[in-house]
């Protein structure tokens, strides 16, 4: 119990005096899992809506695999992706591994599965209500997924947050392809690896108190922003 309450009043402290070191890990941690975000949702949102309004042959079997995705080991994704770019990997040209770029990647690969499967059940809901009218419309393929993403985009926002707070929770990816360099690649998860493994316990769990926080943060700031809560959608 005091190691909590340690914890709570080491993290106080490094807020209170704007920790430089605590500032620069923060900032970094919501610009690699912000990035991440931005980019699995521009890929997830559509594929999934598209998804639940296309009809193929091999569509079972696609949404087999994409639920099957959601539960992929992010150690087995950083040890992928740091094959993949490694100076014997095909990308290793790039000189992309142990760099944010890198940790984006890995992020992107753990989270995409999760968002898409979400999108896909609420839309394919969506799709029922809305089949025949937008059939009767004629509309375009692109059309229907358009009107389905800004209709049911308060649906795609819990799905953005979800992989939002599974990215910027994730360590075991992060650790492999970033390596937890300082000033460099090190984030908020790694950093607490870092210190219980040293056994700073105070200081670990004073930056998973503000990890927590920061989730808490980010999830009622979009919703503030969307405005779900004024218009009685929340």
Not at 5 to 21: C, E
Not at 116 to 123: G, P
Not at 165 to 184: F, K, P, Q, S, T
Request: charged share 15%; proline share 3%; with cysteine.
């Amino acid at each position: 119990m005091n190691e909590i309450w340690a914890g709570l009043t080491q993290a106080f402290w490094l807020i209170v005096t704007l920790d430089r070191d605590l500032v620069e890990i923060t900032l970094r941690s919501l610009q690699v899992s912000l990035t991440a975000l931005v980019i699995a949702s521009c890929i997830a949102l559509p594929f999934g809506t598209w998804l639940a309004v296309r009809r193929f042959k091999h569509r079972r079997a696609t949404i087999a695999v994409l639920n099957a995705l959601m539960g992929l080991p992010p150690v087995v994704v950083g040890l992928i992706v740091y094959l993949l770019l490694s100076r014997s990997g095909p990308f290793g040209v790039f000189g992309l591994l142990f760099t944010p770029t890198a940790m984006i990647i890995a992020q992107v690969i753990i989270i995409t599965p999760l968002i898409a499967s979400i999108t896909h059940q609420a839309m394919r809901e969506l799709w029922a209500e809305y089949h025949d009218l937008l059939i009767s419309l004629n509309t375009t393929k692109r059309q229907r997924v358009a009107t389905l993403i800004w209709d049911g985009r308060r649906t795609l926002l819990t799905a953005a947050l979800a992989g939002f707070g599974r990215a910027i929770g994730e360590v075991g990816a992060i650790m492999i392809v970033g390596g937890n360099i300082d000033h460099a690649t090190r984030v908020l998860t790694t950093a607490i690896a870092l210190e219980t493994g040293k056994g700073d316990f105070a200081l670990a769990l004073g930056l998973g108190f503000l990890l927590i926080a920061l989730a808490v943060a980010v999830n009622f700031g979009i919703h503030a922003l969307s405005r779900t809560e004024r218009e009685g959608r929340w």
